[in-house]
Structures are given as C-alpha cells and as structure tokens.
C-alpha cells in the first residue's frame, strides 16, 4: 500500500508531462489550409453550444448529489465530490482555451497522419499474399 502512495502521484506528473509534450507538439504543426480551419471552426462552435447544455443539466445533477451525500453521509466526503466535479466541468473548457482549439487544425492534420500511418502499418502486418 506504500508503494502506491507515491506512485499515483508520479504518474499523475508523468502524465501531465506527456500531455504538454504533445500539446506543444501540435501547436508547432501548420494551421492547415483555410477548408480545413473552417471546418476545425465550425467543430470548436459545435463543441461549446454542446459544453453549455451539457453543463446546464450537470450543474443540477451535482447540487442534487452534494445535498443528498452531505445529508447521508458526510460534508466532508459532499465537498470532496464538489471538487472533483469543478475540476470535471473545467477540464474541457481548459484544454479549448489553453490551445487545443486555437490550433485545432494541426490536430486534426495529426490524427490524419496517425490515423493512415498506423492503418498501414497494421494492413501490412496482417496481409497475407
């Protein structure tokens, strides 16, 4: 059990360091041509009309639950599920501001490259001849 005291911490580092990496990884990419920012435009419109009703109908979700923990368990474990929720809802609109949407295009040329770099690789290795 020690062990895993501080494991999950490194790990947690471990994986905020890789997340940056390749956040600054796509934001060195080329926007992309202007079809291809139009597109990642209209996407990023979608995803925020799609954050706000979401997080409309979540937002009474979380005041129910925290009342009903905090009068059937405890404040202190009702806080803990507040603060994990506050950190659930700002997670995505965190990553839009803070440059996954701004470069979105790079993304989107990434995934592709990925995407048909790895299917070639896996159509290679299974084909039989």
Excluded at 6 to 17: N, Q
Aim: a positive charge; charged letters at 15%.
């Amino acid at each position: 059990m020690g062990t895993l005291l501080w494991l999950v911490p490194v790990a947690a580092v471990l994986a905020l360091l890789f997340a940056g990496y390749k956040a600054h990884y796509v934001q060195k990419a080329a926007p992309g041509n202007d079809r291809m920012q139009e597109i990642a435009g209209a996407i990023a419109e979608g995803a925020d009309a799609f954050l706000k009703s979401e997080y409309k109908i979540l937002a009474i979700f979380i005041v129910v639950l925290f009342v009903l923990i905090a009068l059937f368990i405890d404040i202190g474990t009702a806080v803990c599920f507040l603060l994990g929720a506050v950190f659930a809802f700002t997670a995505p609109s965190t990553s839009q501001s803070a440059g996954a949407f701004p470069r979105r295009a790079q993304g989107l040329q990434y995934a592709r490259r990925r995407a048909f770099s790895s299917l070639s690789r896996h159509s290679l290795r299974y084909a039989t001849f």
